[in-house]
């Protein structure tokens, strides 16, 4: 079951979504790597929780290691994991007025430079899959108001017995990466929900 509670965008910003609520995910809590070990040993498995954090941390070196080596890891009905650049635009292959060339090195151009380092930044991308994808998660998720909302949604009704302060932890938090305007409802979440193709962002970042 995935929580929910409403996130009242501010009235003076000056955008259209001004005043707006948007649903957003209250997040119970974290799980590490141990987290998981101790949840997947309580599966029945033949496996000990201290076997299993053996084998997470170590694929996850893996996964980086591969990563990092030009590949993409695919982990079935969850993601693929691959490298991607945010990259400079360069006007030419070489200038010859600086001498220099088009470099596949990281670095930011200075104003003025036509060429130089092809690529800003490099980062994760986490492309779902299987079992993960937006039309596979729509199947099975189940969605619920937190407490908090419920109480003011009750209270919102004229529910005389309604107390919108109920539980003042649930759900009074925004929630990191959620909280672009319009969170998920407005395609906060764009990357990664198609399996098999990534749309490639303006701005000169490589998705493909």
């Known amino acids: 079951m995935i929580e929910l509670y409403l996130s009242k965008v501010t009235e003076n910003s000056e955008t259209e979504t001004a005043g707006k609520m948007y649903a957003r995910v209250s ?28 084998v997470l941390t170590d694929f996850v070196k893996c996964v980086r290691e591969m990563v990092l080596n030009g590949n993409t890891v695919k982990v079935g009905n969850l993601a693929i994991f691959k490298a991607t650049v945010e990259s400079n635009g360069l006007e030419v292959l070489y200038d010859a007025q600086s001498d220099k060339v088009a470099s596949a090195t990281m670095g930011v151009l200075k104003e003025g430079e036509k060429t130089g380092a092809a690529v800003k930044t490099i980062k994760l991308l986490a492309q779902s899959t299987g079992d993960f994808t937006r039309e596979e998660l729509k199947k099975d998720v189940k969605l619920s108001w937190t ?12 529910d005389a ?26 395609g906060g979440d764009n990357q990664g929900g198609n399996s098999g193709t990534i749309t490639p962002n303006p701005g000169g970042t490589d998705e493909n």
């Open 27 to 54: 997040y119970k809590q974290t799980m590490d790597l141990h987290d998981m070990a101790h949840h997947m040993a309580e599966h029945n498995t033949a496996f000990s929780e201290g076997l299993i954090v053996g």
């Open 147 to 158: 407490d908090k909302t419920k109480a003011e949604i009750a209270a919102a009704k004229g």
């Open 161 to 186: 017995n309604a107390n919108p302060n109920a539980n003042p932890n649930q759900g009074g938090s925004s929630d990191s990466g959620d909280d672009n305007q319009g969170g998920e409802n407005q």
